[in-house]
């Protein structure tokens, strides 16, 4: 099956840096999606990117479908913006929607 | 609804005992996906649902595991003769079929923690 690689597995942060984190996958993917879940373990969708670019807030997203790899930025970093995030690709076929999950990055933000 | 409910919220079983776990898409979501998450884990897919059909059940861990759906509403994960690996959070999204709406993406409900004791 597919195999979803994200970076950096931990990461720390004064509040109000930037970051980016990295998603890469090892096959062509239709479905692409960044989730945020927080410290008491709820999963929030942030983006929907199977290709290009969004942006949502301080949140923006890249995928570049045709080098397999997807980017979360994260600007002027908040503590509320702590918690595990993940990215999950779907390669359609009879399972369209079902989405393969990274291992995340957890994100810290200090005050 | 407005969201995905999940019930219960918290299970602590008996190893050997089968439990029950629910969920509630949102309304119209014709999609519905259960997944399991360890401690300190990704997420581990289990089963998908288009309608009440499961195209694809390969995440089941084994035959102790079963999954149905009512039509595009209610679905219900039983586990029978529960072991301590059982125990985990079982996560349940829906979403609606590509076209429907503006955005693909999935709604995740609150999650059951179930602990096998």
């Known amino acids: 099956g597919i195999q979803v690689e994200q970076s950096p597995p931990d990461l720390i942060l004064q509040e109000g840096a930037n970051s980016t984190l990295r998603c890469n996958f090892s096959d062509s993917v239709n479905n692409l999606q960044w989730f945020h879940q927080n410290p008491w373990g709820q999963l929030i969708n942030l983006f929907y990117?199977?290709?290009g670019t969004k942006q949502n807030g301080r949140l923006s997203a890249t995928t570049v479908a045709t080098e397999r790899y997807s980017l979360l930025y994260i600007s002027s970093s908040q503590t509320t913006d702590s918690g595990v995030y993940f990215c999950a690709v779907g390669v359609g076929g009879t399972s369209y929607g079902k989405l393969t999950f990274g291992q995340g990055t957890i994100l810290t933000v200090h005050p | 609804g407005a969201g995905v409910s999940q019930s219960p919220s918290n299970k602590v079983t008996e190893k050997g005992k089968d439990v029950e776990l629910r969920c509630d898409p949102i309304?119209?979501?014709?999609?519905l996906y259960w997944y399991r998450q360890r401690l300190g884990q990704g997420l581990e897919f289990l089963i998908y649902f288009q309608g009440n059909s499961a195209p694809d059940k390969s995440g089941l861990p084994s035959d102790r595991f079963s999954a149905e759906r009512t039509g595009e509403s209610v679905s219900t994960l039983t586990i029978q003769r529960t072991q301590q690996e059982d125990s985990a959070v079982y996560l349940c999204?829906?979403?609606?079929?590509?076209?429907?709406?503006?955005?693909?993406?999935?709604?995740f409900g609150s999650g059951t923690r179930l602990t096998v004791v």
């Open positions: 990117i199977p290709s």
């Open positions: 999204a829906s979403s609606s079929p590509r076209g429907r709406l503006p955005i693909y993406g999935y709604t």
């Open positions: 309304s119209g979501h014709t999609a």
